[in-house]
């Protein structure tokens, strides 16, 4: 999806980004890499990512293209928008979408002196998702950021598909200009 919701801005089911992530298994079958993103609990506005944050506010990616890449992906080409607060950030910016082997790799610019956010939604059966070396994993899902960042995990969310989400929400802080890379894969364990 190319922009959240004006109107539903306090709903995550409605905001930008990858909102579907599905895996073909050896046996033909597809799975689901993420759940459907949960409805935001009522404490104010928020988004997935990628969000950026200043003294003065929040910022969020707003694309106003989405075009392929051959069989690189989709590429959303667009700028930040304010989402809270008097937020000063007004550039350009994109964000990838490329398909690998074992999911999908999001990519996005992280410009000098910005805290810029991602969060990836994945399935928590039992409460069970956990964080560690600097990768998430839960419910049949590995998240991989690149570089590490800081993580940090909420669970007991609920969505239309799933009873447990839990919301593992990363976030940098770069010296320098980079491309941050979070890829969403299958543990490997065909079911």
Same mark, same amino acid.
């Given at each position: =999806?190319? $922009?959240?919701?004006?109107?539903?801005?306090?709903?995550?089911?409605?905001?930008?980004?990858?909102?579907?992530?599905? $895996?073909?298994?050896?046996?033909?079958?597809?799975?689901?890499?993420? &759940?459907?993103? &949960?409805?935001? @609990?009522?404490?104010?506005?928020?988004?997935?990512?990628?969000?950026?944050?200043?003294?003065?506010?929040?910022?969020? +990616?707003?694309?106003? $293209?989405?075009?392929?890449?051959?069989?690189?992906g989709?590429?959303s080409?667009?700028?930040?928008?304010?989402? =809270?607060?008097? #937020?000063?950030?007004? !550039?350009?910016?994109?964000?990838? +979408?490329?398909?690998?082997?074992?999911?999908?790799?999001?990519?996005?610019?992280?410009?000098?002196?910005? =805290?810029?956010?991602?969060?990836? +939604?994945?399935?928590? &059966?039992?409460?069970?998702?956990?964080?560690?070396?600097?990768?998430?994993?839960?419910?049949?899902?590995?998240?991989t @950021?690149? @570089?590490?960042?800081?993580?940090?995990? #909420?669970?007991?969310?609920?969505?239309?598909?799933?009873?447990?989400?839990?919301?593992?929400?990363?976030?940098? !802080?770069?010296?320098?200009?980079? $491309?941050?890379?979070?890829?969403?894969?299958?543990?490997?364990?065909?079911?």
């Open positions: =999806r190319g $922009r959240n919701s004006v109107t539903r801005g306090d709903d995550l089911r409605y905001d930008a980004g990858l909102v579907a992530a599905k $895996r073909r298994l050896a046996n033909g079958t597809w799975r689901d890499l993420i &759940p459907r993103r &949960p409805l935001l @609990p009522a404490k104010g506005f928020d988004a997935a990512g990628p969000v950026i944050h200043t003294h003065g506010g929040t910022a969020v +990616f707003a694309a106003d $293209r989405i075009s392929r890449k051959g069989t690189g989709l590429q080409v667009g700028g930040y928008r304010r989402l =809270r607060g008097h #937020t000063g950030v007004s !550039h350009s910016a994109d964000e990838r +979408f490329r398909p690998i082997g074992c999911g999908v790799e999001v990519s996005f610019r992280a410009r000098a002196g910005e =805290r810029i956010e991602y969060s990836v +939604f994945l399935r928590d &059966p039992s409460n069970a998702g956990h964080a560690g070396g600097g990768v998430v994993k839960s419910g049949g899902t590995i998240v @950021p690149s @570089p590490r960042g800081r993580l940090s995990l #909420t669970h007991n969310w609920i969505s239309a598909s799933d009873p447990r989400v839990m919301r593992a929400r990363m976030s940098w !802080h770069p010296d320098v200009a980079e $491309r941050i890379r979070v890829r969403i894969c299958d543990d490997g364990a065909d079911r």
